[in-house]
Each structure stands twice: as structure tokens, then as C-alpha cells.
Nanobody, 121 residues
């Protein structure tokens, strides 16, 4: 059984930084990703990383966020730099077996429970 547990959420000021972590139990998946969601909106793709380290970012976070993974520990991280108030959301970790990194939520089979990030100006 696959379980994903996120940690590291909290409050951060603009200009600061915050790192989210997600620990996956069970087998290794080819792709690990982060999505986020705010009340009343659809879940939004943030970033994904493949087994080899290849990455994919949404336009809204590219250059500010950094995704990483440790295959030995089966973990994925999201470093949030230069956060903006519009980055406030619940962030979800997701994993899936995809040949090509995808921004589509349907490509990921397993999801964490989410961790809240609040950005204050």
C-alpha cells in the first residue's frame, strides 16, 4: 500500500523561503510531483520530477521553486523561494508511473493529505 506524508507547511513571508517534504512508503514511482489547491479552485500543477532528475515546472513557479527527490529514501521536496501571496494554498504530493512528466493530475495515482502554506506580505 502506498502512503504519502507531506510535511513542512506553515506560514512564510514574501522574500522568505520554505521547504516542503513528502515521504512515500511502498514502491518507487517514476514520477513525483507537487500540486496545490485553493478554496473554490481546481487543483493546480506546480512541479514534477522523474527518476533521472528531469524536472517540469508550471510557468507561475519556474525560477522560484525547486523540486528535488531522493530515490534511496523515496522522498520528494519542494523548495519555495521568493514566495508570493498568490502561492498560498494547500500543497499536495503525488506519485505516478508516467513515461513523460505530466502536469495533469490524472497521471498520478497516489496523493498525500496535503500541507497548508500561507504567504504573508
Amino acid at each position: 500500500q502506498v502512503q504519502l506524508v507531506e510535511s513542512g507547511g506553515g506560514w512564510v513571508q514574501t522574500g522568505g523561503s520554505l521547504t516542503l517534504s513528502c515521504a512515500a512508503s511502498g514502491r518507487i514511482f517514476s514520477a513525483m510531483a507537487w500540486f496545490r489547491q485553493t478554496l473554490g479552485k481546481e487543483r493546480e500543477f506546480v512541479a514534477a520530477i522523474g527518476w533521472s532528475g528531469r524536472t517540469l515546472y508550471s510557468d507561475s513557479v519556474e525560477g522560484r521553486f525547486s523540486i528535488g527527490r531522493d530515490n534511496g529514501k523515496n522522498t520528494v521536496t519542494l523548495q519555495i523561494n521568493s514566495p508570493r501571496p498568490e502561492d498560498t494554498a494547500v500543497y499536495y504530493c503525488a506519485v505516478g508511473d508516467v513515461l513523460t512528466l505530466s502536469p495533469n493530475a490524472q497521471s498520478y495515482n497516489h496523493w498525500g493529505q496535503g500541507t497548508r502554506v500561507t504567504v504573508s506580505s
